[in-house]
């Protein structure tokens, strides 16, 4: 099929007219947005490292089989971003991380050197309703110990939570972890008479109860099937917040949080339920406690059928999982996130001419040879606009080599942060610099 030079010249100005939209839901990360994924990564990284967690990755796209075997049918039918590949697979981009953790252990399971403790930072895809707080496409950090079965391991995976939370300046006047356990919670259920059948709905009831008014509620409660004798013991249940003292696990829990130093940011609350086809013990969430946004920045807790739906053996485990999307709402708005800096170079080095381009090359080369990040503005021009560059990039540093500099074998040198400048020997270039830096 040929095309006539009119119809290419159409669809070519109409293409050029219209601007094409990026995916709803997907985020464009411009360096200001980049850096502070990278801050958030960073800190993720480092409070990982310090407990001594192995970093892992599983693929971005895996077999919509293996979130049937392990995941809700919410999660496979409505949330999943799902396509048939070239070969008729049906395949999904990733939208949680543990079924590929448990395949990946359960593959290994007689090779790996348990407990393991791995963490992960990635991108991860949900068809959900954008909105604040929520994109379809987000970057999650996932972190879990296996192998081991403990109130102590829970322990130090809430303080893996707190030592990021203190790290990015959330100090427990401004965050706080919020903890209850599973079986604690099933055992008042029993005293109430609440039959496991209705563990779900009384359990989702409970987490929809801050969301409600009081009044309605309760008739939503009635309208589940509670008696009012039951909704009454449910609402004593939790509002008893010294309820943790029942439980040998919390108690342990609470104890060894304190040794970890961090049992200032922890806190017990009965409304915490999180997954109860999940979690099997501990569970928490982390809050910001004074902000806008009522998301959790994070939540986990501790389960003990990780491997059992993709042929692994019985393995307890704890983990919890963080999404940048919050976290990083919630920096911005506490002012916790440096101040964005254009450029990783610290100096600039200005052509003053064609004939002196390569002049400048070789200077910027010798500075990345000593430790220094350099870059070169791009072509010849008036030094006025070099130094208006350097300014708005927020360097430090400018170089000048012009004819005069070259003759006498010397560089010119300014401090744009003191407004000092120098001439000086080539030879103390290196040195100039990194005392001008370190001043």
């Known amino acids: ?68 075997a392990k995941s809700g049918e919410e999660l496979v039918k409505k949330q999943s971003f799902t396509f048939q590949d070239r070969g008729g697979d049906f395949v999904t981009l990733r ?13 290994k399971q007689g090779e790996l050197n348990f407990p393991v403790r791995w963490w992960s930072f990635g991108p ?6 954008p909105q604040k707080g929520r994109s379809r ?9 296996l192998g081991v079965n403990s109130p102590e391991a829970d322990a130090e995976l809430i303080a893996v939570a707190a ?49 409600m008014e009081p009044s309605k509620w309760e008739s939503y409660a009635l309208e589940l099937g509670l008696t009012q004798v039951q909704v009454d013991g449910l609402k004593e249940v939790l509002g008893n917040f010294n309820l943790w003292k029942k439980s040998d696990e919390l108690t342990r829990l609470f104890a060894a949080l304190e040794a970890l130093g961090v049992k200032d940011y922890v806190k017990f609350d009965p409304n915490i339920m ?29 389960y003990d059928n990780l491997l059992s739906d993709v042929g692994g053996q019985p393995l307890s485990g704890v983990g919890f999982a963080m999404g940048d999307v919050v976290a990083g709402i919630i920096l911005q708005e506490n002012g916790l996130v440096p101040e964005f800096v254009p450029t990783s170079a610290s100096v600039l080095v200005t052509v003053f001419d064609e004939s002196m381009w390569l002049k400048s ?21 008036k030094l006025q606009k070099q130094f208006k560059f350097a300014d708005k990039m927020k360097l430090k540093i400018v170089l000048t080599i012009g004819p005069d500099e070259v003759a006498n074998d010397q560089v010119a040198i300014k401090n744009l942060v003191s407004g000092q400048q120098v001439v000086v020997e080539r030879g103390a270039v290196v040195n100039t610099i990194k005392e001008m830096l370190n001043a």
């Open 1 to 68: 099929m040929t095309y006539s030079k009119a119809v290419i010249k159409f669809a070519h100005g109409v293409m050029m007219a219209s601007k094409i939209q990026s995916v709803k839901g997907t985020r464009e990360f411009y360096p200001e947005q980049m850096f502070l994924r990278n801050f958030i990564y960073e800190k993720v990284r480092a409070a990982s490292q310090a407990f001594g967690y192995q970093e892992w990755d599983a693929p971005f796209i895996e077999t919509i089989d293996l979130y049937a």
């Open 95 to 107: 939208p949680e991380l543990t079924p590929s953790l448990a395949r990946m252990i359960a593959a």
């Open 124 to 129: 991860f895809w949900r068809y959900e309703q």
């Open 137 to 145: 496409e987000f970057f999650q950090w996932n972190i879990d110990m």
């Open 163 to 211: 030592t990021f939370l203190r790290s990015v300046g959330l100090n427990p006047e401004r965050a706080a972890i919020y903890v209850n356990n599973r079986r604690l919670m099933d055992s008042e259920f029993d005293a109430l008479g609440i039959v496991p059948e209705k563990r779900l709905d009384v359990s989702n009831l409970v987490d929809r109860r801050s969301k």
């Open 274 to 302: 999180r997954g109860l086809l999940y979690y099997t013990g501990t569970v928490f969430e982390a809050f910001e406690t004074s902000g806008s946004l009522k998301r959790a920045i994070l939540g986990g807790g501790r």
């Open 361 to 381: 090359f070789e200077m910027a080369a010798q500075l990345r040879r000593e430790g220094l990040d350099a870059m070169v503005f791009p072509e010849p021009a």
